[in-house]
């Protein structure tokens, strides 16, 4: 593994999270992909690092999305009961998301897409150049 992980973590959590996030909560999150991929060196680590960011974004922006949803059933709540004396789960879902504003929410969805896209694209990437032994240079390696 790639020893030099944790000296760009200050930087990199700085730039990647919102003030109300747990920096600890990212540090674990980062470094669990860590562990799992192995980065032998800087062009391996910014890939992983690329992902955790991509991936942490897509958990956030799925986390609005569930916001979303409870918020507007909680706006109805009251409604919801005078109206029905007994409505599944999915009635009272339907109920919220037909009261959502549809712009934002389909903006959402596009940024979902767009950040599942990235993802599958950089994980592509690496595994691609962890596949390959010679672009896999560890600099404590000698070059031949």
Not at 30 to 41: G, K, V
Not at 50 to 68: G, S, Y
Request: aromatic share 12%; charged share 25%; hydrophobic share 40%.
């Amino acid at each position: 593994m790639y020893a030099n992980h944790s000296l760009n973590f200050d930087l990199i959590a700085r730039h990647d999270l919102l003030a109300s996030e747990n920096p600890g909560v990212y540090y674990e999150y980062r470094h669990s992909y860590i562990e799992f991929y192995q980065p032998a060196n800087n062009v391996e680590l910014d890939l992983v690092d690329q992902i955790v960011a991509t991936a942490w974004n897509i958990r956030r922006a799925e986390q609005i999305e569930v916001a979303l949803l409870d918020m507007e059933i909680e706006s109805h709540a009251e409604e919801i009961c005078r109206k029905f004396r007994y409505i599944e789960r999915p009635g009272i879902w339907a109920i919220a998301f037909k009261g959502l504003d549809h712009d934002h929410f389909q903006s959402l969805g596009r940024h979902l897409d767009r950040l599942h896209r990235r993802y599958i694209e950089l994980m592509q990437r690496l595994e691609a150049i962890q596949s390959r032994p010679a672009l896999r240079f560890r600099p404590s390696q000698k070059a031949a």
